[in-house]
């Protein structure tokens, strides 16, 4: 592939608070360790304290959760090196999204994969485990039930709720039965008991060359590690207070907060409900159930079965570094910024706080697009202006026409301000009539010359609808085209796309990869 990379701040697809975060803006510095630079990973290696028997409870979880599948050495040898304490994780999270989802939850795993790789080079004496962490007791199935192929929406529909890991994915071998030869191993995956263990297949299938490990935290084991945290929200809560703090203090600063702590941040799960828990007078109570627990038999419950409780968004981050030996966590835009709400809490309970990696961003441009755009001589960085500003560039750089007033305007100032040393030496009180007649006839120039370029614009209708042929190709519907368009367009095309994106990708840049195939 034929690589060109331009900052993220002129993508125009970002928001300034996290544009913020990875421009190292010193106001934002108080809300994390540090920042997620190759060179501060010796710090983090130094500072990580992860108890040995957490560390065989976790080995001992995922040998579980691999025990029906058959893995390679690399997967095999990184499951078991989780027990060493010279073994750290970097690791990505994701729904479980039917087919994959978009394009974007491959970059993820494609950024630990490869930051991996450059924290060995950098640091030979530990072992670095790549990490995929499902998000399998997530409830939104509307997030996940669908995927965009060669532009047509495959939708899955199911009466199952609850926690997604959950569901029997049966239902998408039909459409697994559907997709070109090359993608067979969705439908063995889908083939398989739960979602979970689905997703598991295919990414395995996908990645396990790459050693890349699948955690599925809905385990009873692993649970039971975060039992302490667990007590302390049903019964004082002290995840509420740290979270409103927090984002009091980046909301002072200017910045829009993703995430708000609840009271309580546990929902109850069970076979099919995901379902938050609240405190009552009487103990606690599970809304749209009819379970009602006492003190006494919450406490007892935390005890028994901790798989029972589910962390929201406030608790799952620092459920992950609990369980896991973790020296980063690789996300989105999103993530990284409600992240930065909840250093507090894993301060409070004296948790290491992960170094925030941003996941590489990438579009890939078909060769036959590039050339589409090429020939209106715009640049490739000129692709994330919306469709009128790229045209009206285009025809600003075309035109053989002048199309500003400018020149005019500013010998219209010049005479203006005779005008007015004129009418100061008569009456000082005439120089406002003035100002008031310049501004008047300023704006209607103005508007002369948006119509001036609208009449021009009309000559090059065809140019335009170039334009908008290619804006639509590579941002479907809008939107960014990783955040839409499923791995299996490119896949299908290339079997080695994958490991060119491995081999193109540093995970330490934190720029828009252009990708020209």
Not at 71 to 88: E, P
Not at 136 to 147: G, K, Q, Y
Not at 269 to 290: H, S
Not at 357 to 374: C, G, H, Q, T, Y
Request: hydrophobic share 35%; glycine share 4%.
């Amino acid at each position: 592939m034929h690589t060109e990379t331009i900052p993220l701040d002129e993508t125009d697809c970002f928001s300034s608070f996290f544009i913020d975060y990875i421009n190292e803006k010193e106001t934002l510095k108080p809300f994390y360790s540090d920042f997620p630079s190759v060179k501060n990973f010796k710090s983090a290696i130094e500072k990580r304290r992860f108890p040995a028997s957490n560390r065989k409870v976790l080995v001992d979880a995922v040998h579980e959760q691999y025990n029906d599948l058959t893995i390679n050495s690399a997967v095999s040898q990184n499951i078991q090196s989780l027990g060493d304490d010279k073994t750290f994780t970097i690791t990505t999270g994701h729904q479980l999204n039917i087919f994959t989802g978009p394009l974007y939850f491959i970059y993820k795993i494609v950024t630990v994969v490869n930051a991996c790789k450059t924290l060995k080079q950098a640091y030979p004496d530990y072992h670095f485990v790549p990490v995929y962490w499902m998000a399998s007791e997530d409830h939104d199935f509307a997030e996940i039930n669908h995927f965009f192929f060669e532009g047509k929406k495959y939708e899955w529909k199911t009466d199952q709720t609850g926690a997604v890991g959950h569901f029997d994915p049966s239902g998408l071998t039909e459409m697994a039965d559907k997709l070109p030869k090359g993608a067979e191993f969705f439908k063995e995956a889908y083939s398989r008991e739960t979602l979970a263990g689905a997703v598991r297949s295919y990414v395995n299938h996908i990645f396990g060359n790459e050693g890349l490990v699948v955690v599925d935290a809905d385990h009873p084991k692993l649970k039971g590690l975060f039992a302490k945290v667990i007590e302390d929200d049903l019964f004082i809560h002290s995840a509420e207070n740290l979270v409103a703090k927090t984002s009091d203090s980046l909301e002072s600063l200017g910045y829009k907060t993703q995430v708000y702590a609840r009271q309580i941040n546990l929902f109850y799960l069970g076979k099919g409900i995901r379902e938050r828990i609240e405190k009552t007078k009487d103990g606690f109570t599970v809304l749209n159930t009819d379970l009602q627990f006492s003190d006494d038999q919450m406490k007892s419950l935390i005890e028994s079965n901790p798989e029972r409780f589910s962390p929201n968004v406030v608790l799952r981050p620092l459920y992950q570094e609990t369980i896991l030996p973790n020296l980063a966590y690789v996300g989105g835009p999103s993530e990284a910024i409600y992240w930065l709400q909840l250093k507090a809490v894993f301060d409070h309970f004296e948790t290491s706080f992960p170094l925030l990696m941003p996941r590489n961003f990438a579009l890939i441009i078909p060769d036959e697009v590039s050339k589409k755009w090429e020939k209106t001589g715009l640049s490739h960085a000129d692709l994330f202006l919306n469709t009128d500003k790229a045209f009206t560039k285009w025809v600003e750089a075309n035109t053989i026409n002048a199309l500003t007033y400018q020149e005019e305007l500013q010998k219209i100032h010049t005479i203006e301000t005779e005008l007015k040393e004129k009418a100061a030496e008569v009456d000082p009180t005439l120089v406002q009539h003035l100002d008031a007649l310049h501004a008047s006839f300023s704006k209607r120039i103005e508007k002369a010359e948006k119509k001036l370029k609208r009449a021009e614009k009309r000559k090059h209708e065809d140019r335009r609808r170039q334009i908008e042929a290619v804006k639509e190709t590579l941002f479907p519907g809008g939107s960014l085209q990783e955040r839409r368009d499923n791995f299996l367009n490119f896949y299908l095309q290339d079997p080695q796309f994958i490991q060119k994106l491995l081999t193109t990708f540093d995970a330490f840049e934190y720029r828009m990869y252009l990708l020209k195939k």
